[in-house]
């Protein structure tokens, strides 16, 4: 599988140093970045080559070890998705951090342009002069990067949204261990068994009523309903939960910010 997601990567590589869907792309970036993934990808490949004798061990055992609960069994797998993934971590790393310097360079520069600057020990842009020189070096690198953006922006893309479907694999599989250990097992199993041990109130029937005679009523207990159970006995674990907003989310993956969505309770956060 590991060889085959490789083959894949390589093949997408070759795909975006052509002419992808038709875009014009920088020939010599494309050429430099086509040629220096594919060197990262058969290094994974001889790391997983390493390790192929002993993946059928690692997949008896964990097999065999899915008798210590299914969220075991679920995070090994979770796991076992991030091994399998390796390459594309590593191609959405590298064309992260490119994306992300490019993205800082030109921000620079566009104050640089509007005679600003960012000062680092005050955490915030002042006004500052520059003289010839400093603005004419400036114009020529804001060009060079304008017009390599493209291509960068290309391959970050594409390898983001394949890191992305990776991160949405392992969150599905994150999301179902914390519901599993959350949820009332025992409580519910008692309300579908002997409903009656988990009482909501009671109610109260008329058995005879007839004059001259004393009121007879039936008391009978008001069980929960299932999803009160589930609300009142579920256990509050949050052992893995978002880490940032749906907008803050968005800025990292626009600024090419390595985004790591779900962070454990124990991480304290930024």
Known sequence: ICQHVAKELVELLQWLMGAPAGLKMNRALDQVLGRLLPVSSSTSGCYIHLMSPFIETILWYGGLSACLGLTFALSLLSDMVALLTFHIYCFYVYGARLYCLKISGLSSLWRLFRGKKWNVLRQRVDSCSYDLDQLFIGTLL??????????????????????????????????????????????????????????????????????????????EINPLGCSSVVQTYRIPTYSCYPKDSWAALVKKLFVGELIYPWRHKSTKSD
């Open 142 to 219: 804001f060009t060079i990067l304008l017009f390599l953006l493209p291509t960068t922006a290309l391959y970050y893309l594409v390898f983001t949204l394949l890191r992305l479907v990776v991160v949405m694999l392992q969150g599905v599989l994150h999301l179902s261990v914390d519901v599993i250990n959350s949820f009332p097992m025992f409580a519910f199993g008692l309300r579908v068994l002997r409903p009656y041990r988990l009482a909501e109130g009671v109610k109260f029937r008329v058995l005879c009523e007839e004059p001259g005679t004393a009121l007879h009523l039936l008391m």
